[in-house]
């Protein structure tokens, strides 16, 4: 690592480590200065940082915040409100009672990310992938819940290049996929069967937050498992889930990351 990439890397810890010691928010002139690092350099690091939605920015205070994105890897560590915790007890419970792994996602459009992951008791599973990750919207049921979600000018603004590039023929345009997602919302869940994976599904519902459905949490595991005559019955343990999380977000007043806050 060259001398200059090194010193952008220790700025960024020491940002992200003033920011974490104030769950409240803090503003650019204090984290400056407890940081020891220049306005002007604090400023830009900031900005990257809530701009990838490591950092959340209020509109009005002005105040510098954690987000549930940063909090997904160093977990309770930085939540002052142990709301990272508890929302582990819900996978952990999820994941004893479909006896699969279980997960939350968060929307970076194009892409969603799987912030927390809690292997389920099964012996015989699939490889556990690392956290956090990205995957795509259209091969994950996750990416499906969320996008039902949005309003149709949100997604082909976010996710017209993303499909015309990367998404399989199968999948059809991004219009047909869309149309799909029509009983997405009906249902209040989704599923995906050998899509992501051959041999993988899974299965997601809403987290609901203000308004806005910045979140998902998911069950996944074979299909010689999660067969499709099982799907309805899992469903309901991801819905009852996902209610307890929104609850549970709600009542923590987690900061929604700007990147869902025009959602």
Known sequence: MAPSEAGLVRRTIWLLRAVAAHPEGVGLSEVAREAGIPKATCYRVLTVLERESWLTLDPVT???????GLLSIVGGLLD?????????????NLAEETRETAGFDVLLPPKVMVVAQVPGPSLIGQTL???????????????????????????????TEEFAEHAPPEVGDLESFMGSLEAVRNQGFAFAYDELEVGAASVAAPVRLRGTTPYAVWIGGPTYRITRDRIDTVAES????????TDLLSNADIDIPSAFARR
């Open 62 to 68: 002005r105040r510098y915040r954690v987000s549930l």
């Open 80 to 92: 002052g409100g142990g709301a990272y915790g508890h929302m582990r007890e819900v996978l952990r």
């Open 129 to 159: 992938k690392p956290v956090p990750r990205t995957q795509p919207v259209w091969a994950t049921s996750t990416g499906k819940v969320l996008l039902a979600a949005l309003s149709p000018d949100a997604v082909r603004a976010d996710f």
């Open 238 to 245: 991801v819905i009852k889930a996902a209610r307890q999380l």
